[in-house]
């Protein structure tokens, strides 16, 4: 069994699928590590590390010979992948539905391609979860980006010259990067509100010291679609909830929205009227941006200046501590393959339920429902 791990090509993209503590793992399990020469580096780790822990380095057409199972951050392109074995399976984050024609020629190419985002929400499944493992740390970076660009400090502070009073953050969508998010602003000092569409996570906001904004005046809707995933909300619903931002946000300095629905534009939280509300020198980042923002006007990779607030548009954030996120990441891979090895045919066999999730294509095919449907 030959793992192959590719470095990362597509652009600002600096993390690796694999650290030399996984290699060690997998080789531990009986197969055989090759890593494309540098794919560590800009996550600091160099070729030599991954040759300590028993891989071998080379380029990236001697890793993928006779390779078995290649793992990735992103999808590599098509076109860069040759000489891996049969029905070679490719573990990595594919983003299925941005990069739908890719998914075709990994199929084309007799891969088995295997999209790590589309893991089910199970118990058994939440060490294998890229997704909440990397918006967890994206939650982190999120509020010290906005601190950053927030020309005023964050908590209260008493001095000899006078009192500077203590930031108002907003968080916008408590999933994992929105819990995150508010433990970092309450640990920095910030009087911190946060809503959600999801009642559950009331709960959760008053346990971590915010203060919970939701909609009351509509009745019976939980917010909860399969999965915990959020569902799409009723008209109803969305005019009552733009109505309590409206109120609410105007009084802000750091707005921070996570919102996301699978396989859908993120829903849109703060319109160009709301923006104009709030005050000169605010900062919002939007952590929605790649998949079309939560904030009117933001743009994925770049910070804008709207109404005199600034609006970043967050792109990629876990690329931006590559070290962590990499290692965990990596430590999802292997907890994803490790959990299915079968010692015997000394190679990973998926299960049903969490096969026919991640799966997107199989011999010759694609097969997974999210895309057929
Ligand atoms: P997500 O990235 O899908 O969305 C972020 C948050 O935005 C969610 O809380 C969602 O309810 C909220 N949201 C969506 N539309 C909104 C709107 N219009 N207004 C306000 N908020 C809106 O969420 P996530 O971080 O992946 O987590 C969602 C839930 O799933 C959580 O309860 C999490 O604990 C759970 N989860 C479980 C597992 C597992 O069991 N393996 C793995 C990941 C997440």
């Known amino acids: 069994m030959r793992i192959a791990v590719l470095k990362e090509l597509a652009a600002g993209e600096t993390r690796v699928a694999a650290t030399p503590e996984t290699v060690k793992k997998f080789i531990g399990l009986g197969a055989e590590v090759a890593v494309e020469s540098g794919a560590g580096v800009t996550a600091s780790i160099a070729d030599a590390d991954y040759t300590a822990a028993g891989a071998s380095v080379g380029s990236r057409a001697d890793v993928l010979k006779g390779a078995n199972i290649i793992l990735g951050i992103q999808g590599p392109d098509p076109k860069s992948l040759s000489g891996f074995a049969d029905g070679a399976w490719l573990a990595a984050g594919l983003n299925p539905f941005g990069e739908r024609a890719r998914v ?14 589309f893991m089910p929400r199970i118990t058994r499944a939440q060490s294998m979860d890229i997704l909440s493992s990397q918006a967890n740390l994206a939650g982190y970076k999120a509020v010290l980006m906005a601190a950053n ?5 964050f908590p209260m502070m008493m001095t000899a010259a006078g009192t500077v009073s203590a930031a108002k953050a907003f968080i916008m969508g408590v999933g994992v990067a ?53 569902t799409e909300m009723s008209e109803e619903y969305q005019k009552a909830q733009a109505e309590l931002v409206s109120g609410h946000i105007a009084k802000q300095d750091i707005v921070i929205t996570t919102a996301l629905i699978p396989g859908r534009p993120a829903p849109r939280l703060i319109s160009d009227a709301q923006l104009a509300t709030m005050r000169t020198g605010s900062v919002i980042v939007d952590m929605a941006a790649e998949s079309g923002g939560n904030v009117e006007g933001s743009v994925a990779g770049e910070t804008k200046q709207i109404h005199g607030v600034t609006v970043i548009g967050a792109k990629n954030i876990a690329a931006l501590m590559p070290a962590d996120t990499s290692a965990l990441f990596s430590r999802n891979l292997f907890n994803f393959l490790s959990a299915f090895w079968d010692k015997e045919a000394g190679k990973p066999v998926l299960d049903e339920e969490i096969g026919n999730a991640v799966r997107l294509t199989q011999g010759g095919k694609v097969v997974n429902e999210r895309l057929l449907g």
Do not use: C, N
């Not at 660009?149 to 400090?153: I, V």
């Not at 346990?207 to 509509?218: M, Q, R, T, Y």
């Open 104 to 117: 075709d020629d990994y199929a084309k190419l007799g891969i088995e391609a295997l999209a790590m985002e």
């Open 149 to 153: 660009a927030y020309g005023r400090a």
């Open 178 to 230: 929105g819990l995150q998010a508010i433990a970092t602003a309450r640990r920095l000092g910030a009087q911190v509100s946060a809503t959600d569409v999801r009642s559950a996570t009331k709960e959760q906001i008053l346990s971590l010291g915010a203060k919970p904004i939701f909609v009351e005046s509509v009745a019976g809707i939980e917010g909860e679609g399969a999965g915990g995933y959020a």
